[in-house]
């Protein structure tokens, strides 16, 4: 395949090139290609992006098919753009053991859309109680590690699962969350939870958490991942940390950076997401935080939920959003039109980085690396309409919202797997 008069975001520019694809990697990058090729793409006045690798979401599967499966999980993260995504271990039972993460693997073979990396569990069943088994896990093709969707409480059992981790080369992938702190809090602690009588949840129970794990991981000099950073105090810490040289990176999502908690007054049970939406000063810091360095990654924490799941009391609804679809037209309008981000800057939080931090092929457009590749119109408007998601998760609170930035074609090993 030879694809033609692209404008390529590389790591420090943006350039108008051809690029060779042979035997599902990039060959060569050169103005003007004219070998015979089986197929060529024009695609004049598009942007090709390395191929976009969504390093957190949910896939449901095994377990929680009405939600999610990873067929049609697959099916949503093309359509956003999204060559590899790596899916949380919260299924059911848990993807705590290689029989597990052998499974995630072949079906999303089986599949044949995107590239599917399965995060292993920290403990068994995810309870906290005892350490799962990393290196089968590892093995099978675990990529990381993470008891995403709670925190492990036992800071001895953190502290060895990290350590255990990195004799791996394994990262672990931290939820933060104190729970006792949080003690019912379904929306952030403040002003919005106030005027809708709904309990909140104080920045401190995430805060105490990332603290905790950033002491851990610079005791043992591992290396430690904050998961859906949300509050300027978390920020800091992380900041912090790194100017400290621990080994510590961190990742946002688009509903932390685009809106605040005054979306909640709704009552719309899909603004029910965890951590929670937060507040100005919060959404500012986390913009700042990707302007600086210290946010490596946006991620979407995609979690689909069946209708039934969030159409019941707000107290009473599941956490989360359906966020594989919408991810890439929030990043182009909230930060590349706003000038918070250059396209290769956000190239590196939606590609580089989450292949860097995971170790993954990918996450560049570079001459031997696997031709995985998004290609998106950046001016194109367009609207929110969650019936129309390929995803079983119709489940966002951004019907209406006018996006920027359309996925026109996604290329994964030279073979395009979604085209608009």
């Known amino acids: 395949m030879i694809i033609k008069n692209g404008k390529l975001v590389l790591k420090d520019e943006v350039v108008e090139k051809d690029i060779l694809v042979k035997d599902g990697k990039i060959a060569l990058i050169a103005e003007n290609i004219c070998d015979k090729a089986e197929e060529v793409l024009d695609v004049k006045g598009l942007h090709v992006f390395p191929g976009l690798i969504d390093m957190h979401v949910h896939l449901r599967e095994p377990g929680f098919e009405k939600k999610e499966n990873i067929e049609s999980g697959c099916k949503a993260a093309v359509k956003g753009g999204f060559t590899q995504i790596c899916c949380m271990p919260n299924t059911n ?219 019941v009391e707000y107290n009473l609804a599941a956490f989360g959003i359906s966020g594989i679809e919408t991810s890439f037209g929030f990043a182009i309008k909230y930060l590349y039109e706003t000038g918070v981000l250059t396209l290769p800057q956000l190239a590196e939080k939606m590609s580089y980085n989450p292949a860097k931090i995971l170790d993954l092929d990918g996450g560049e457009i570079a001459v031997g690396k696997a031709a995985d590749l998004t290609i998106a119109n950046i001016d194109e408007k367009w609207v929110v309409d969650s019936s129309k998601f390929v995803s079983k998760g119709k489940n966002t609170p951004f019907n209406g919202y006018e996006l920027k930035g359309v996925v026109k074609y996604t290329i994964v090993d030279g073979d395009v797997k979604y085209q608009a």
Do not use: W
């Not at 949840?201 to 290396?223: G, W």
């Not at 049970?269 to 937060?278: E, S």
């Open 93 to 311: 039972p848990v993807a705590d053991n290689k029989i597990i993460i052998g499974y995630i693997k072949q079906r999303a073979q089986e599949v044949g859309l995107c590239k599917v990396q399965p995060i292993g569990a920290i403990s068994k069943g995810e309870k906290g109680e005892e350490m799962a088994a990393i290196g089968g896990m590892k093995k099978a093709g675990a990529v990381a590690l993470s008891d995403d969707g709670v925190s492990v409480k036992n800071s001895r059992l953190m502290y060895l699962a990290m350590e255990y981790a990195k004799g791996f080369g394994l990262k672990c992938l931290c939820h933060c969350e104190d729970k006792d702190l949080v003690d019912g809090g379904v929306i952030n602690e403040g002003l919005s939870a106030t005027i809708a009588g709904l309990k909140g949840s104080p920045r401190a129970a995430e805060d105490c958490v990332i603290a905790r794990d950033i002491a851990l991981a610079e005791s043992l000099d591992a290396p430690v991942h904050i998961c859906h950073v949300s509050t300027y105090s978390g920020v800091r810490i992380i900041r912090d940390a790194k100017k400290a040289g621990v080994k510590v990176t961190a990742e946002t999502c688009p509903h932390y950076f685009s809106v605040t908690d005054e979306i909640v007054r709704t009552y719309d049970t899909n603004t029910k997401v965890n951590p929670p939406i937060r507040e100005e000063i919060d959404r500012l810091a986390i913009i700042e935080g990707l302007k600086d360095g210290t946010l490596d990654c946006i991620v979407t924490d995609h979690a689909p939920h069946h209708a039934d799941d969030k159409n």
